[in-house]
């Protein structure tokens, strides 16, 4: 196998090294890096959290993890040994200064025994209450000052709204250089979300038609089969607009709409982003009204087992507010894209758990076939699957064979499955190696983060201070609000889904 440029000594401080995400996505991606040979030969990874672990016992909760969550499946027992030895715990609490002199004293030992200083990654796998105090001490103690060593990977959520999300940007700023600030956005790491920079920008084809003389309209879909599970208490502050809109949406969108970058450097890349925010038309009262659609889920039949509406999910309050679907029309304001509708949907408890990009193009200038032949007539499309299925497909009219000029549409499909027999990387295992190296471009800029905040504060504020009075207004399993239909249906489109595989369902 061909050996990989790898990282530089790293070390990975987990701040919440006990919790869900560590357990479920972190060490999994770290351990198939490791298993991939693209871990540098000298790394630590160190859990924190305030739970009771021996080194001993923590690897083992680890394990654990990795068995049931790594795509590899079960850790071999060699491979597993040689990777934990690399797996140390540190009990500790975020406000407790001695703990940092801790953490201090770990780096000292990895440099003095290294062959080259190291790379120090603070990820924040903790709510987002705790990022001001651990910033602020790792500041005080000293351990966030050398820009070029020191590293800070911040989960979502970033920010519940534009002030405090301003706010928080305020606060990292102060302490550490936009180049030490990776925040995290998981959807930038899928290897579906990042071939769109490759199918857009790699390929001639698509350049002179990817705009408002070819293009219709353009809908991107997240939708989740599932309820919000044991996360109401959570959800219920935050909401689909918060929870998917303001950030995986828009960042996807914004990789449909970008204009070409110079080079693919991350500033480059990122700069491009943000103009499509910035370009993205403001709502209005009036926009809000004909523009936007919030749902939320009552209760139903999912395969045959009857679920709980939202309102009466666990930690969820009786009388709730919040939406837990929502479909937006956008515009985006420059020559590239003028007056073409960006339709936007998501939602828990939908029929189907998928994320599709869909790009229409407009009709046939004039139509040279008899009625009888265009009966099944479908303007080119074409369809981006993030998951689960992961494809691109260009939908375009061909004869059906016969002796009659009959049309049809069918697809021309890129399938990963089909194409490709190496397992695709998870999202984590991409951004972790990409934080490793000091590589940004799939991590969003604060100023993005602000942007995509302004752009939803209308629709935010405006959702919270009017009550909706028709909640909860869709039933478990089916594909939204009515109303969510009528936004698009009244310009004459429909929303695309692709039909589930057989093997797909099995999969549920
Ligand atoms: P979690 O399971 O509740 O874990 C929270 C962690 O914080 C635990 O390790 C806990 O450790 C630690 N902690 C709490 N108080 C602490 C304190 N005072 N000092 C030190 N450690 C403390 O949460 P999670 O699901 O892993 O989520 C973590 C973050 O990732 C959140 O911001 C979440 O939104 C984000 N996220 C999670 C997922 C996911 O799949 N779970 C996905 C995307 C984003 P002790 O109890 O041992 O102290």
Known sequence: MKAHIKPKPTVFMIFGGTGDLAERKLI??????????????????????????QDDSFREVLLEGVNKHSRSGKAEKDKW??????????????????????????????DASWSEPSVIIHYLAVTPQFFPIIAKNLAKMKLANDINRTRIVVEKPFGHDLES???????????????QIYRIDHYLGKETVQNMLAFRFANALFEPIWNRNYIEHVQISVTEDIGVEDRGGYYN????????????????????????????DAEEIRNRKVDVL???????????????????????????????????????DPDSNTETFAALKFFIDNWRWQNVPFYVRTGKRIHQKSSIISIQFKDVPHLIFPSKSTESWQQNRLIISIQ????????????????????????????????????????????????????????MR???????????????????SKKSISFPNYSADSWGPETAEALIAKDGFHWFTLPIKKSEKEKK
Request: hydrophobic fraction near 40%.
């Open 28 to 53: 999994p991606a770290l351990y198939n890096l490791f298993l991939a040979e693209y871990m540098p030969k000298e790394f630590k990874i160190v859990g924190l959290g305030r739970t009771a672990y």
């Open 81 to 110: 040994a040689e990777f934990a030895e690399h797996i140390s715990y540190l009990k500790a609490d975020v406000h407790n200064e001695k703990d940092y002199e801790k953490m201090e004293k770990i780096i000292e030992t990895c």
């Open 165 to 179: 999300a301003k706010e928080l940007n305020h606060l990292l700023k102060n302490i550490f250089h936009e180049s």
């Open 446 to 464: 604060g100023d993005q983060v602000e942007t995509a905040w302004e752009l939803l504060m209308p629709v935010l504020e405006s959702w919270e």
């Open 278 to 316: 910035r370009a993205m038309r403001k709502f209005g009262s009036e926009e809000i009204r004909h523009n936007t659609v919030r749902g939320q889920y009552s209760e139903g039949w999912v395969e045959g087992e009857k679920v709980v509406g939202y309102r009466e999910e666990k930690d969820v």
């Open 237 to 264: 502050t935050s909401g689909a607009l918060r929870d998917m809109v303001q950030n995986h949406i828009l960042q996807v969108l914004c990789l449909v709409a970008m204009e070409p970058p110079v080079n693919f």
């Open 388 to 443: 689960p299925e992961m494809s691109i497909r260009l939908q375009v009219q061909a004869k059906r064979p016969g002796l009659d000029m009959i049309l049809n549409p069918v697809d021309m499909v890129f399938n990963y499955d089909g194409t490709y027999s190496t397992d695709t990387p998870e999202a984590y295992e991409t951004l972790l190696l990409d934080a490793m190296k000091g590589d940004q471009t799939l991590f």
